[in-house]
């Protein structure tokens, strides 16, 4: 049996019988009427209806402008036919019109269209902007091409476009039905073009880097694999981007960033999806002081873009005004927790993790342990923008010693709503330290850790060759597009998600 079959036996029976009525009534249009709506490949759309509203809104109930005339085009929502006048409403990618259908205008056309137009078709208008006796800006239609035939029924928003398992498998659907959706798609491609302008108003110049990898570096995390039939080997998904962007600062170039998609083999939920996208950046001669400030220049010109520094996400209003908390780790697991893991032994960490139930082996390190403290019971409590520094070097196999402190790392996170949104760092740049750090990741792999980091000896041969004093900085643009978007899950501000495919 065809998909197609399946997918519309699973309808209702009312909607089968509409998808019949209509297939039918396109072949009546091809054999009767002698018009194929699928041979039309152009419209010269001269003008989007948000310039009918913006230009037109002055004129008055029942005041016509006969001097203009309005080409435009769009999808129709609803009809109401009556015997000599009938009203449609379109919309396109900007707005929604009523259009006024009229005998008297129309003669014999007015007949082709009540009998073979329906909700769902694409229709190219001509007509003039006039304001109905009851107040609505509408066109008078003069002239009107039929472009498309829609063959099922449109989505209705109080029947399955509230059920997200539609709205995500299904996102067209979605996107007809919802134009508020619509909207939070336009402020994500505003949120990136803003990244990009802060970027290169920095002299920051955009790369493009693999995909496809034999070694899949950067970060902690299980990769998807696949295999390269011509090479006879196996190749990885990114999980970041970072040692290759690092590289290019070994080649001399000072300034380089991405936008680009991720792959992660890990859980779905309303924070994760497999694939999601991120910027990363590395600038020579900087360091993580330095990329602080670039992250919070960066959100907040997204927050400005949004129209507010001030924004809802949830319950909580967010204050994206500078300058952001900055609190190390240890000081952050003492407010909440009221452990200090710098006066205690490991042994003592070990005791107080389990009287707090948490699942240890038995040979953490205290800061080891501090870092499940602070997973566990910090992170959901960092609300408003926080920076969050300090991490250790066993967490961190790529960020540079804190000379001061050599069990941390000159790193931070910044944290919204609870959530990580940004990961930066001094990088390191001791290729002699590198090398025993991806040699301490490996042991960890060899004992079960799938997520501990490769050994990457290109990497460290780069290293060898000399990188500058250099800062890094990941940011998430999918969380962050749901922190400024109050969107509830990533989900909503990925165009088509991750699904489990229907049996």
């Not at 035939?149 to 539609?166: C, S």
């Not at 290169?200 to 970060?219: R, W």
């Not at 995390?221 to 600062?249: C, Q, V």
């Amino acid at each position: 049996m065809s998909t197609e079959n399946t997918n519309m036996e699973e309808r209702s029976t009312p909607e089968r019988e509409i998808i019949k009525q209509r297939m039918e009534k396109l072949e009546r249009l091809r054999k009767d009427a002698g018009f194929n709506p699928f041979v039309i490949d152009k419209w010269d759309k001269e003008h989007k209806l948000s310039f009918v509203r913006s230009n037109f809104s002055h004129l008055g109930p029942d005041e016509m402008d006969e001097d203009a005339l309005i080409k435009t085009a769009g999808r129709v929502m609803a009809i109401r036919k009556h015997g000599k006048a009938s009203f449609v409403h379109l919309e396109d990618d900007t707005d929604r019109l009523q259009l006024y259908f009229r005998f008297d205008t129309l003669n014999e056309e007015y007949e082709w269209f009540k009998k073979w137009v329906d909700t769902g078709d694409y229709l190219g208008i001509v007509g003039h902007p006039f304001r109905t006796k009851r107040g609505e800006l509408s066109l008078l239609v003069t002239d009107f091409k039929l472009l498309s035939k829609a063959l099922r029924p449109l989505p209705e928003k109080w029947h399955g476009l509230k059920d997200t398992e539609v709205r995500y498998r299904q996102r067209y659907l979605d996107l007809i039905a919802n134009p508020e959706v619509r909207e939070v798609f336009r402020k994500r491609a505003k949120i990136i073009k803003t990244f990009r302008e802060v970027l290169e108003s920095h002299g920051t110049l955009e790369v493009e880097t693999p995909m496809l990898s034999p070694i899949a570096g950067g970060a902690t995390a299980r990769p998807f694999i696949t295999f390269h039939n011509a090479l006879g080997i196996n190749l990885y998904l990114r999980i970041a981007t970072e040692l290759y962007l690092k590289r290019l600062i070994v080649g001399m170039y000072e300034r380089v960033y991405e936008i680009g998609k991720n792959f992660r083999n890990e859980g779905i939920d309303s924070m994760h999806n497999p694939e999601f996208t991120a910027m990363e950046v590395y600038w020579a001669y900087a360091n993580y002081d330095d990329m602080m400030n670039l992250t919070e220049e960066i959100i907040v010109a997204c927050a400005d873009a949004m129209g507010s520094r001030q924004l809802p996400y949830g319950e909580h209003m967010i204050n994206y005004e500078p300058p952001f908390r900055r609190a190390t780790m240890v000081d952050l697991v003492k407010e909440h927790c009221g452990v200090d893991f710098l006066n205690i032994t490991d042994e003592e960490a070990r005791r107080i993790a389990k009287e707090r139930g948490l699942e240890i082996k038995g040979n953490e390190s205290r800061l080891l342990i501090m870092t499940e403290f602070f997973d566990n019971f910090v992170e959901d409590k960092l609300i408003q923008p926080t920076f969050v520094l300090g991490y250790p070097v066993e967490i961190s196999p790529l960020a540079k010693r804190d000379p001061d402190n050599p069990d941390f790392t000159r790193r931070f996170e910044l944290f919204i709503c609870g959530a990580e949104v940004a990961n930066a760092f001094s990088e390191l740049n001791d290729p002699l330290d590198q090398r025993e750090r991806f040699l301490d990741q490996l042991k960890k792999r060899e004992a079960g850790d799938e997520e501990a980091h490769v050994f990457d000896e290109d990497f460290v041969t780069a290293l060898e060759h000399g990188l500058p004093p250099t800062g890094g900085l990941g940011i998430g643009i999918d969380r962050l597009t749901m922190f400024l978007t109050n969107s509830s899950s990533i989900r909503d501000v990925i165009l088509f998600p991750t699904m489990r495919p229907k049996e």
